[in-house]
């Protein structure tokens, strides 16, 4: 149905607001002219207009209304509100819902929202499409193990793609959580330990879901709403627990986990979401600090802030407020523009407002923040542009996407150990391998945690992929489950697998984590691989066969005992959608294997949390000299099993002719640096090459490492290229000693090109002065 007809077949007339969007369409005034006290994202003076020309009208139960979101039948990520959506539906006070799919289904609802509202404001759309919507991508941290911009912003792309065409606008991603601690589940949602890359990283994926350079792009049908989150420092809850505690200093928010969330805000992010955990005593949906304080006033972001899941609610968990009308002033002062479906603001405000405990004008500003959005999506001028059945049909699953997923997938594969090079298993040399373990035929896990509309039942196995990689070649299979994903059949099957493997040339074993095993409320204190798995390899082992292992998880694993009896191991993480067939394009050779990890191994869960970019001691250990009463373990070294960086390949890369154009440069100069990179080996291949530096002296303490380059280089067998690096004044400026101004101090710098943090070998040093 066409929105002439709809709004023809409606009961209440719309001629006023249809004529003062029209009359605000024909005026260019600037800003200044506002009747309402908020700043615009959009920047856009005709926009600008036709938001305060619909608040004039609108009543205040609609405009807190516009701040209730209310969550569908889809996942449930928390404690589930009575359901009183319909309620509000009929009296026109939803401004948004997630969790419902499809573009027939969103059109009933938003026919709905239309018909009921007395001005006749659309519904906003969102969901959890984090990594993917229909074609499934790899779950983040694996993606981010590509170190591939172009490739982050391409997936995010086709994800908006197909959200857009079923009637989705706005999506919770990308999460930017630094995380440190391996047992936080959350951790496959982001991309790692290191505020750097994981700034390039968010900026490339805001980018992909919005498509966009300036917010006019949005007048496309197949851009997204982008939205931050969580803020802040959710990656820092102590002892890795979900929900649980954040308490650290100012300086490390503001160097360690600020970044990246700052760099969305430069990147036109459009939303932020709260998170769950407190800072410093007060929860982040409360805080005044974050949300005015920083985000606006320092960092002058002007889109909206969204709550987690009945984050709100929370605050008298929390022991932050007394009640839920006490919650809902505390957020709503802080500067929460949307309760995501907790019902405080619909309930609450009204009364709050009335008592003077929360003023008409920060109502005002949440209400125009939203509605903003709803006209730069064009969802005023065509309520049904984003739910387009046919374009739908068209579009969500496309073969064209599948094979981009492929392609991502493989990108994302860590080639950890490569004993005698046991892998590629080439397939014009005769071999027999078994096919082990329980991730092997596994289908449901390929996804990984919020595969939101992905199908579990079309992912592609890993015994799918690679018999068709290898039908018809000298390779050939035999088959044992083993064990299972859930721990519930003990050994029960060892005897099968035992007699698979005795005839095998080669062992491939597949395992990991089930998938419900990561992600929120995913946490775990024991992060080795399950018993059973690791009693089958220690059974499989004793036959003294060359052993290879694939591993899908959603985060660092303790693989000690793995790296240590193993001759092959392939972090393959959550691949996604084409799951099994990646995997046998590294298998087999086809595709070489150059991601690296962006979040640090560790040896055991003790080292945790475990990060490349510490600061040193007054004590600091030398491992190589190892002496009593230093920072140190007694039954266990520092050093972690795969440093952050660290990643094989099938080939060799020999890093050689480090050279400086100069040793020392001012803050208006800068400093080049160069570095001869060959491929030594005998297949064409990608190096991450990285450079680190650290400050040796300064006013505070900086990090032993520091991520400040890199580039991804392809290199054929036998070929040279030189990489080049540059250093200025931003390169080496930090947080002074107040913790919020950038300085950059002389002194003496060290500097490392690498491959990974753990490489020390080849290394100069260079000064400002």
Same mark, same amino acid.
């Given at each position: 149905m066409k929105i002439q007809q709809l709004l023809k077949n409606m009961a209440m007339p719309i001629i006023a607001p249809a004529m003062l969007i029209m009359a605000a369409s024909c005026s260019h005034e600037p800003s200044a002219t506002q009747k309402y006290d908020w700043q615009s994202y959009s920047k856009d003076p005709v926009i600008e207009h036709k938001v305060d020309s619909l608040l004039s009208i609108m009543s205040?139960?609609?405009k807190i209304g516009q701040m209730s979101q209310f969550a569908g039948q889809g996942a449930v990520t928390g404690p589930k509100i009575d359901d009183h959506f319909k309620g509000y539906l009929k009296k026109g006070e939803v401004g948004s819902m997630f969790n419902v799919f499809g573009a027939k289904g969103l059109r009933k609802i938003q026919e709905e929202a239309i018909k009921n509202s007395p001005h006749h404001i659309p519904i906003l759309f969102a969901a959890d499409v984090i990594h993917g919507y229909k074609t499934i991508f790899p779950m983040p941290l694996g993606e981010a193990a590509s170190w591939d911009l172009g490739m982050m912003y391409k997936t995010a792309r086709i994800a908006a793609e197909e959200a857009s065409?079923?009637? $989705?606008?706005?999506?919770?991603? %990308?999460?930017?959580? =630094?995380?440190?601690?391996?047992?936080? !589940?959350?951790n496959m949602e982001g991309a790692g330990e290191d505020a750097y890359l994981g700034s390039l990283i968010a900026e490339a994926r805001v980018k992909g879901f919005q498509g966009i350079t300036t917010y006019k792009d949005f007048t496309k049908p197949n851009t997204i709403l982008a939205c931050t989150k969580h803020f802040a420092a959710y990656g820092a809850t102590e002892s890795g627990r979900e929900y649980n505690t954040v308490d650290i200093s100012d300086r490390t928010l503001r160097e360690t986990y600020f970044p990246t969330y700052h760099a969305t805000v430069k990147a036109g992010v459009a939303t932020f979401m709260t998170s769950f955990n407190e800072i410093a005593g007060v929860p982040s949906t409360g805080s005044k600090y974050l949300y005015t304080d920083v985000l606006r006033k320092e960092w002058g972001f002007t889109g909206m802030v969204v709550t987690d899941y009945t984050a709100i609610n929370e605050l008298v968990a929390h022991g932050f407020a007394a009640d839920l009308k006490e919650a809902g002033m505390k957020s709503a002062n802080a500067g929460i523009d949307m309760d995501m479906n907790g019902e405080v603001f619909v309930k609450n405000l009204h009364a709050l407002v009335k008592e003077g405990k929360v003023s008409e004008k920060t109502i005002n500003r949440a209400a125009a923040r939203i509605l903003e959005l709803k006209f730069m999506l064009g969802l005023f001028q065509d309520p049904f542009r984003y739910m387009d059945e046919a374009r739908e049909k068209a579009t969500v699953g496309k073969p064209e996407f599948r094979k981009v997923a492929r392609k991502a997938a493989a990108a994302s594969m860590v080639l950890l150990k490569n004993k005698n090079n046991v892998l590629p298993l080439q397939k014009n040399v005769a071999k027999r391998v078994a096919l082990i373990g329980p991730m092997i035929k596994e289908r449901r896990s390929l996804n990984g945690e919020w595969a939101i509309r992905g199908d579990r039942k079309e992912s592609v196995t890993l015994y799918e992929g690679l018999t068709a990689?290898? /039908?018809?070649?000298?390779?050939?299979?035999?088959?044992?489950?083993?064990?299972?994903?859930?721990n519930k059949e003990g050994h029960k099957g060892f005897a099968a697998a035992l007699r698979a493997a005795r005839n095998a040339d080669v062992i491939l074993f597949a395992g990991g984590e089930d998938f419900n095993w990561s992600g929120e409320a995913a946490c775990r204190t024991n992060i080795q691989l399950p018993a059973p798995?690791?009693?089958?390899?220690? +059974?499989?082992?004793?036959?003294?066969? %060359? $052993?290879?292992?694939?591993?899908?998880?959603?985060?660092?694993?303790?693989?000690?005992?793995?790296?240590? &009896?193993?001759? !092959? =191991?392939?972090? +393959? @993480?959550?691949?996604?959608?084409?799951?099994?067939?990646?995997? +046998?394009? =590294? =298998?087999? !050779?086809?595709?070489?294997?150059?991601?690296?990890?962006?979040?640090?191994?560790?040896?055991?869960?003790?080292?945790?949390?475990?990060?490349? &970019?510490? /600061?040193?001691?007054?004590?600091?250990?030398?491992?190589?000299? @190892?002496?009593?009463?230093?920072?140190?373990? $007694?039954?266990? %070294?520092?050093?972690?099993?795969? %440093?952050? !960086?660290?990643?094989?390949?099938?080939?060799?890369?020999?890093?050689?002719?480090?050279?400086?154009?100069?040793?020392?440069?001012t803050k208006d100069g800068q400093i080049k640096v160069s570095v001869d990179v060959k491929n030594t080996g005998k297949y064409d291949g990608q190096e991450i090459v990285q450079m680190y530096i650290r400050d040796i002296a300064a006013s505070v303490t900086r990090p032993v490492k520091e991520l400040k380059g890199f580039h991804k280089i392809a290199l054929k067998k036998g070929e040279t290229k030189t990489v080049h690096f540059t250093i200025n004044k931003k390169t080496i400026e930090f947080l002074g000693l107040d913790a919020k101004t950038l300085v950059a101090e002389p002194g003496k710098f060290d500097l490392w090109v690498a491959k990974s943090a753990g490489d020390n070998s080849l290394h100069t040093q260079f000064s400002y002065q």
């Open positions: 205040l139960d609609e065409s079923t009637g $989705i606008s706005w999506t919770f991603a %990308p999460m930017v959580d =630094i995380g440190r601690d391996a047992r936080w !589940g959350r990689k290898y /039908k018809g070649t000298k390779v050939k299979f035999t088959y044992a489950k083993g064990c299972d994903l859930l798995q690791v009693d089958l390899l220690k +059974a499989l082992k004793k036959l003294h066969k %060359p $052993i290879v292992m694939v591993t899908l998880n959603g985060r660092p694993l303790d693989l000690s005992w793995e790296d240590a &009896n193993l001759d !092959g =191991i392939v972090e +393959a @993480w959550y691949p996604g959608t084409e799951a099994g067939n990646a995997v +046998a394009d =590294i =298998i087999s !050779g086809d595709v070489n294997p150059a991601a690296k990890i962006t979040m640090t191994f560790p040896r055991n869960v003790g080292q945790v949390p475990i990060y490349y &970019n510490r /600061k040193n001691t007054g004590r600091p250990l030398d491992e190589k000299h @190892w002496a009593d009463y230093k920072s140190s373990y $007694i039954d266990s %070294p520092n050093s972690p099993l795969y %440093p952050f !960086g660290y990643g094989l390949s099938y080939t060799s890369f020999q890093y050689s002719n480090l050279k400086l154009d100069q040793k020392s440069f």
